[in-house]
Structures are given as structure tokens and as C-alpha cells.
């Protein structure tokens, strides 16, 4: 599947000035490998010891993935994954 | 005292003073870090007290270099000692009542509005935004009119009709969105993206939360200068929660006033509670929930400062509780009943759970107890409908005696 993937505008430095990528992918975790892949220093901003920061979100075609599956939400081709900061109302 | 720099409460990354809120590195939350090296203590509480009636009294331990322009300075709110409140909870503890619905627009918002909105104005800001449940609203359309700005206001379109009007007066753009506030959340956290705007808990909300310290230091002034042995506030996304423990920390850190941490308390409804959840299971996230609740203004069901409310509650000896819809409308009555203070149903959660701990003997004779009343209930009047029944009579005293014949002797 090909999704688009939006970067926040503050790491955008490490996107080469980037705000989507396109990447291919079945679930969540391997379309932000591929991100990865292709920007190596996303990886360690986003996620720890293998799972996403705790203050991260990412949401599938606006879902939260926390009520999905987690990484593992499978995606479909056109769907656009969104990371964004946890940090922001109350 | 300098306000120095934005502090990542996470990884101690550091950044510029400006209008941004998470750490590039970490995601972490931004903080704002002070040096208060060079501060007198017994200088300060002068400067205090000689002071404006309101939140800029505080202005030295606030993120500006001097009191801002505020025209609806919020703040000084009561703090009654509620002793028939403590006598039907059948404790010996004193109970006091910070009573914050007594603000320009009738919630706590007004103390975390005035500082962002004196911020987005030093930065330069001519239109200012938010991601509101209601009282946020309230407060950014009305001190955004008070200082002539721009401003839109995001809501969930369901919200009470109360809080919807008590905006659209103000002349804001006015937003509902057909989702719950998270949807609202996720959404303005994208538009604070593309838009020049000072969403006040977007982009501005490192500045914005510091306002919530000021319920601290006016809870120690109107104390005669002592700590709370216990604080019993609500958590919608944990940001008052735990700016009241910093508010405290700085003082005590100064030598403003002597002693230790309150214990903390925090308060949710089932309907919504996934920090009293968190709690409950250990955990140190907190995992979402979709809200289902009539206290609506805490209805976050991903709350940003979650996992530090979770901590500062067991750190203090402190705990969070959950209280039903039911027990929510009963504590509203209580409140009212035995204090004459209508709150909205955000209080209604908090003498709920003030209730539960009175219930459960956690309130030990003597102990002094602190209750934030955080908004006011004619903004939420359908959690009273039906909680009790009016007489009606004809204009006789025929019909008056009648009615109350065998209430009333004379």
C-alpha cells in the first residue's frame, strides 16, 4: 500500500525540509520503518526502545491508533498517517 | 527574577522563548525555567501584597518582566471555610472551598487566558486561538475582546447551550466541530501548524499552563501564608493538577512558606478517566478513552499532562478517583446546599470525590482540605433538572396555606 505520511513542521530539519512522505506499507510500523529508512534521524525523535515516545501521537486517517491496533493498524493504499506532538489542549 | 529560557520537562533540552511547546528531540513538554537566584523572599511577599487584586500580584514568578496590560485581570477568588460542608461529610477535617467560578468568565480559564493572551500580544500575535470544552471558550473570546484581537474558539459541537452562548457573545469565530474534544485537539494542533495563530494551549501552551500556579499562591496567601495538607482538584488534561504542585514547589523551594507538598487528590468522571485509571493500574500512560460524561468540560479523553498527574499523585501520598453522573448531580446539590455555591459539573465531580475520600476516613480530624471549584454552574444547568420540585400556587393565601399546611405553624 502507498500512504502519505505527515511530518510536523518542527522535524521537518530532519526531513530535509519535507511535510509528507510517500511510503509504501501494510500497518503503521512499517510505513515509519520506511520513513526511517529514508530519514534515519526521525527514528530516534519518534520512537524508544521500539515503541513510539509517550508523547507522540499518530493517527491513521484521523484515528488515534491507540483505539486500533497500535503500530500494528493496518493501513490502505491512500490513507495518510499523521504524527503529532500529545502535548498540546486542556 | 528572569524567565530564561523553555525547559523540556523530559530530556532538559533547552529552547528560545517563543511561541513553541514540545521538544524537537523528544516530544517532550516544553516548561518555562526561571532564575530566581537573585530573589529576597521576604521582598517578594511585599511586592505581593502591596499588589494588584488579582493574578498580577504573582507577577514575579509569571513568564514577564512585568504586570501586562489585563483588563479582566482574573484572580483573588474566595477561599471559604465550608464547616457545614465538613459536618454533612461527617468529617472533623477543615474544608475549604476555593471557590474559582468567581473569575471574570466564571471559570479557573480566566487565570491560564489572561497569561497567554498578555503572551501572544508580547509576541506580537493579532489573532488568538483554542481547543476548548467550554470554560476555555468562554475565556479566550472574552479577554480576546477585551484586548481587541482576533480569535477563533473550537468546540465540540455538542457542547451545553450555555457555554455555546456564553462565547458567541463576545464577537468570535465560533467553531464546533462534529467530534469530541480530541477530534477539536487533533485538529488545532494541525491548524497551529499552517496559521499564524497563538493557539493559548497549542503553541502557547507552556505560557498559558504557568497561569494555573496563581490558584497555589493565592490558596497559601489566603491560608496567612501555610500549605493545604491536602488539595482535591479535577483532571481534565492534568495541567491545573500539576501546576498547583509546581506553584507550591516554587514557594516552598523559596522559603515563601514553610513545610511539604499537600497531599494530591484528582478527580474524574467515569465517564472519562483515564489518569484515574492510569493510577489505579500503575500505569505511567495513559491510555485514551472515548468521553461519556456529563462533567463535558473534563472531557479529555487523551490528556496531555496525564502521566505527570498520575505521578505527582503518588508522589504526594495522594490518589485520583472517578465518581459516576449520579454522584456527580448529588455532589452539585451538596455543594450548593451547604455552602450556597452552584458549581458546573466539574465541581460536582470534585465534591464527588471529596465525598468518596470523607466516605473511605481518609480525612483525619484537624487536616485542613482544599477544594478547587473550578467553574460555575449556570453553565451547565441541565445536571440539576429534576433534582428537586417547585411549589406551585395560586396567588391566595388559601392556596399558599394549602400547599405548606403541614410545614408551616404559626
Known amino acids: ?90 | 527574577m528572569s524567565v530564561e529560557s523553555l525547559k523540556c520537562k523530559e530530556c532538559k533540552a533547552e529552547y528560545e522563548l517563543g511561541a513553541t511547546y514540545f521538544c524537537e528531540r523528544c516530544f517532550g513538554p516544553l516548561e518555562i525555567g526561571y532564575d530566581h537566584s537573585d530573589l529576597d523572599a521576604a521582598a517578594a511577599k511585599r511586592r505581593i501584597q502591596a499588589g494588584s487584586r488579582g493574578i498580577w500580584r504573582y507577577a514575579d514568578f509569571l513568564p514577564f518582566t512585568g504586570r501586562p496590560a489585563d483588563p479582566l485581570e482574573p484572580g483573588l477568588t474566595p477561599l471559604l471555610k465550608a464547616d457545614r460542608l465538613a459536618e454533612r461529610l461527617g468529617v472533623a477535617a477543615e474544608i475549604w472551598i476555593k471557590n474559582d467560578a468567581a473569575n471574570p468568565t466564571h471559570s479557573f480559564k480566566d487565570r491560564v487566558v489572561a497569561v497567554a493572551i498578555a503572551k501572544a500580544q508580547e509576541l506580537g500575535f493579532t489573532t488568538v486561538a483554542c481547543a476548548s470544552t467550554g470554560n476555555l471558550a468562554n475565556a479566550v473570546a472574552a479577554h480576546a475582546a477585551a484586548a481587541g484581537l482576533d480569535s477563533y474558539v473550537f468546540v465540540p459541537a455538542n457542547l451545553e447551550e450555555q457555554k455555546l452562548l456564553a462565547t458567541g457573545v463576545y464577537g468570535t469565530n465560533l467553531v464546533g466541530v462534529r467530534g469530541n474534544y480530541d477530534d477539536v485537539n487533533r485538529l488545532c494542533t494541525q491548524l497551529a501548524e499552517t496559521h499564524p495563530w497563538a493557539f493559548v494551549n497549542v503553541n502557547l501552551r507552556p505560557y498559558y499552563a504557568e497561569g494555573s500556579k496563581t490558584l497555589a499562591f493565592e490558596t497559601v496567601e489566603q491560608l496567612g501564608w501555610k500549605l493545604p495538607d491536602r488539595v482535591v482538584s479535577p483532571i481534565a488534561s492534568g495541567s491545573l493538577f500539576t501546576k498547583l504542585g509546581r506553584g507550591f514547589q516554587e514557594w516552598i523551594d523559596l522559603g515563601l512558606v514553610e513545610g511539604g507538598q499537600p497531599t494530591f487528590n484528582g478527580a474524574q468522571a467515569t465517564g472519562c478517566s483515564p489518569v484515574a485509571t492510569a493510577f489505579a493500574e500503575g500505569w505511567d500512560v495513559c491510555k485514551p478513552q472515548k468521553p461519556d460524561t456529563i462533567a463535558k468540560s473534563l472531557a479529555i479523553g487523551d490528556p496531555a499532562d496525564g502521566p505527570y498527574a498520575v505521578e505527582h499523585a503518588r508522589k504526594t501520598g495522594g490518589g485520583i478517583d472517578a465518581v459516576t453522573d449520579q454522584e456527580i448531580r448529588e455532589a452539585i446539590k451538596l455543594l450548593a446546599e451547604t455552602t450556597g455555591i452552584f458549581t458546573e459539573t466539574a465541581g460536582g465531580v470534585t465534591i464527588g470525590v471529596l465525598r468518596k475520600l470523607a466516605e473511605r476516613g481518609k480525612l483525619a480530624a484537624g487536616e485542613r482540605v482544599v477544594a478547587y471549584i473550578t467553574g460555575e454552574g449556570l453553565k451547565t444547568l441541565d445536571a440539576t433538572r429534576d433534582t428537586f420540585s417547585m411549589h406551585e400556587i395560586d396567588p391566595s393565601l388559601d392556596s399558599f396555606d394549602a400547599e405548606f399546611a403541614q410545614e408551616v405553624s404559626v
Do not use: C, H, W
Open chain 1, 1 to 90: 500500500m502507498s500512504v502519505t505520511v505527515k511530518i510536523p513542521t518542527q522535524l521537518r530539519a530532519a526531513t530535509g525540509g519535507e511535510s509528507e512522505v510517500q511510503v509504501e506499507g501494510t500497518n503503521v510500523g512499517e510505513a515509519l520503518d520506511a520513513v526511517f529508512a529514508a530519514y534515519g534521524d526521525l527514528k530516534e525523535r519518534i520512537t524508544q526502545d521500539g515503541t513510539l515516545r509517550r508523547f507522540v501521537n499518530v493517527y491513521v486517517s484521523g484515528e488515534d491508533i491507540r483505539f486500533q491496533q497500535g503500530l500494528e493498524t493496518a493501513i490502505n493504499e491512500g490513507d495518510e498517517v499523521t504524527i503529532l506532538p500529545a502535548v498540546a489542549g486542556g
